[in-house]
């Protein structure tokens, strides 16, 4: 089997209640209406159908519902996406594994209910949350409730990143040029996430978290050396073994993070990733639909690209399977 640990919908009702606001997420509107796989269930399950063993956890797409509506609308739009991903599981369990809550994460108070109700009633396997809430990091102290009850319930925490394209790149502009918002912005701004958790101790205080990163882990892998060296340098100018509120350095805390393969193939990198995070924290991904074939491609070029390795049987099975099953309480 094949675990697909994100994939991307926007179920039929959800998207007809959201598009109601569209006029407040034009750009992402643009992609979305170019994906029709996010909505036409059948298509999806005739890709899906192409590939022996192929499963899908199923997670809503863009946009953050907290970025279009006033908290009591995000936290109703939240709840029909939930209730419609429950229904494609629970209706095709042969191709849909499970699914991740989509949150509204402008109202804390309706997203721990939400997020109980998703995992306790539904049957999901955890949540989804972006690398910026309402343009707040994800160490902001708001957002501890909704970790210590995700390292209660012992289910992972999906990091999708989020750049937009109003976003400059250069402070003389107004907006980001030639796609940089999201092909380097938005392995960029996991990183930033990633670094901010880190630094703000949340694997001290919530041992047991989890999080999965998309993208394999943004730029981590690639410049850990980097990472060692600058971070030395920095406890060196302190006179510190460890960077305040920290006992590990943080090179072993970027270790912890869970990631997935969706990096439109590039075997690599892949293995860049695979070396940094072991075979035990990488996990078997696609992006589904994004890509010129509305998955199709990114799925093929997933596949070749973890054959292409030259990983071990046992490896690859954690890849594809072993580590989703675990991670999720499969």
């Known amino acids: 089997m094949k675990i697909d640990i994100f994939t991307h919908v926007m179920p039929e009702r959800y998207k007809k209640a959201l598009y109601k606001y569209a006029d407040r997420f034009p750009t992402e509107k643009k992609v979305q209406d170019k994906r029709p796989v996010l909505t036409d269930n059948e298509a999806r399950l005739r890709m899906l159908n192409e590939h022996e063993g192929m499963v899908q956890v199923l997670s809503v797409t863009m946009p953050p519902v907290e970025e279009v509506v006033s908290p009591e609308e995000a936290a109703e739009l939240a709840k029909i996406a939930n209730d419609e991903m429950a229904e494609m599981v629970a209706k095709h369990p042969q191709r849909y594994i499970a699914a991740i809550a989509n949150l509204p994460l402008n109202h804390m108070d309706a997203t721990l209910k939400e997020t109980e109700r998703a995992i306790k009633k539904l049957g999901f396997k955890g ?53 940089i918002f999201s092909i380097f912005g938005w392995p960029y701004d ?12 949340i694997f ?35 006179g510190q073994k460890f960077f305040p509120g920290l006992t590990k350095h943080p090179i072993e805390y970027f270790r912890m993070f869970y990631n997935d393969t969706a990096i439109n193939g590039n075997p690599s990198a892949l293995k860049c990733g695979y070396d940094f995070f072991g075979e035990d924290r990488l996990l078997f991904g696609t992006d589904m639909p994004y890509d010129i074939g509305n998955g199709a ?24 399977e072993g580590n989703a099953r675990r991670l999720l309480n499969l």
């Not at 996991?190 to 101790?201: E, I, N, Q």
């Not at 491609?297 to 594809?320: G, R």
């Open 204 to 238: 001290e205080k919530f041992p047991k978290i989890k999080f999965i990163t998309h993208h394999c882990g943004g730029m981590i892998p690639y410049f850990a050396d980097r990472i060692v060296v600058h971070y030395n340098n920095g406890l060196e100018r302190l």
């Open 190 to 201: 996991t990183t930033v996430a990633m670094t901010r958790l880190v630094f703000a101790g």
């Open 127 to 179: 949540i989804q949350i972006y690398t910026r809430v309402n343009g707040k990091p994800l160490s902001s102290d708001e957002l501890m409730p909704l970790y210590q009850l995700m390292s209660d319930l012992d289910l992972p925490i999906w990091i999708h990143p989020m750049r937009s394209s109003d976003q400059p790149d250069y402070a003389t502009e107004t907006v980001s040029y030639h796609q």
């Open 297 to 320: 491609v990114s799925i093929q070029q997933t596949i070749k690209a973890i054959e292409e390795m030259n990983l071990s049987d046992s490896s690859k099975k954690k890849i594809y």
